[in-house]
């Protein structure tokens, strides 16, 4: 079976090593891809890169009706938000994601929030607004610290928390007029500020039924102590301590299966990936956001840890069959450590050769690139902020944060930045 994988991050590399190990594939291809993928070597498979832009998709339609690819899986967010689902569908090919008025699940925070309150799905106190003058006159009244939420898709970068009324007014200001996230802050959500842990809980959908993966949990600020700047994600670990069986229950009941059957209920089936942004309350578990997709670095430390055929599973939701499998991960634990540019999340140089990949074996050690490129000498050369992600697994949360950092001295590049404290909440939990 020929593979069709769209993306370019640390996530596709981890979805492309996922799919390697089905025994029913024989051909990888990535668009664009990373240098990372196109150097993967895997006995008896086929893997390339092909470079489409993951937005192009004509092209990648056309591609993939000229190469014969048998199912496309799409990583990202914009393409999905963008339709890609529909164009491939219309052309009668197979492909895993939400079609467009289900990725909206997503791509809007206004609908996710109306569809949450709709149903009676917990999440924060918030209104949507439209006008910047009703908005700040809102604030006037408000409680602080507040959540501002540019609606659409901005990078992960649309939220701004802000403690005063003063930087809430800047920040209505920064979103729906200066336009700082472009288009996404036409319209913008403003929420209760809430506190608690986080949890990123990723699921396979089916349009009907869903089940979910193992938890994980995101470090988002640049620096240690979580200090700086909001960024992609620093590293991630899973299965999360916190993430107890009384917290699975209640989003079972209250969560989970209510988020597909509203979906469906709105006639916007979703099939695909749903990650759950869980806030740990003291009130109970809410919903922070979805996403349509895995997370990334999220997937870095899941994947590794699913033991089922990754191709049967995502069939199985195409086809509206997820329960007639069950969702199996191993019974360890995973961490992921990202290596960036120095600099990275506001800028840093780029082009320096990066040495130290041989030790990973992609059983318990993983280098997943995510801003890397092969430069013409055929170096892989750091291309991006986040360049890699260093995932061990070890039988235990602490086994396998120990043996991530490790990991992370084998590598070595110019301005190589990473933070040291990724699963330090484990010692707590
Ligand atoms: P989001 O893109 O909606 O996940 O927001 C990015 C980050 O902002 C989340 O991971 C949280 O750390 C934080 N955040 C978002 N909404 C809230 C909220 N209502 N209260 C507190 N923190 C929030
Ligand atoms: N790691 C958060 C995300 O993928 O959105």
Known sequence: MKVLVIGSGGREHAICQAVAKSSRVDEIICAPGNAGIATMQVEGKKISCEPIGAMEFDKLVAFAKANSVDFTIVGMDDPLVGG?????????????????????LEGSKAFSKDLMKKYGIPTAAYENFDDPEKALAYLETAKMPIVLKADGLALGKGVLICNTLEEAKAGVKEIMEDKKFGDAGNH????????????????????????????????KR????????????????????????????????????????????????????????????????????????????????????????????????????????????????????????????????????????????????????????????????????RVLGVTAKGADLVSARAKAYEATEWIDFANKYMRHDIGKAIDEA
């Open 188 to 219: 913008m959500v403003i929420e209760e500020f809430m506190t608690g842990r986080e949890v990123s809980v990723l699921s396979f959908v089916d349009g009907k039924s869903i089940q979910i993966m193992s938890s994980a949990q995101d470090h």
């Open 84 to 104: 890609i689902v529909d164009a491939f569908e219309a052309e009668g090919l197979k492909v895993f994601g939400p079609r467009k008025n289900a990725a909206i």
């Open 222 to 385: 640049a620096g240690d102590g979580d200090t700086g700047l909001n960024t992609g994600g620093m590293g991630t670990f899973s299965p999360s301590p916190f993430y107890t069986a009384e917290v699975d229950a209640f989003c079972k009941e209250h969560i989970y299966q209510k988020t597909v059957d509203a979906m469906a209920a709105e006639g916007r089936e979703f099939k695909g990936v749903i990650f759950f942004g869980l806030m740990l309350t003291e009130d109970g578990p809410k919903v922070l956001e979805y996403n349509a997709r895995f997370g990334d670095p999220e997937a870095q430390v899941v994947l590794p840890r699913m033991k089922n055929d990754i191709i049967d599973v995502m069939e199985a939701c195409v086809d509206g069959k997820l329960d007639s499998l069950k969702l199996e991960f191993e019974d360890n634990a995973a961490v992921c450590v990202v290596l960036a540019s120095e600099g990275y999340p506001v800028s840093y140089q780029k082009g320096f050769a990066i040495t130290g990949f041989e030790k990973f074996d992609n059983e318990n050690f993983f280098c997943f690139h995510a801003g890397t490129a092969l430069n013409e000498a055929g170096e892989i050369v750091t291309n991006g902020g």
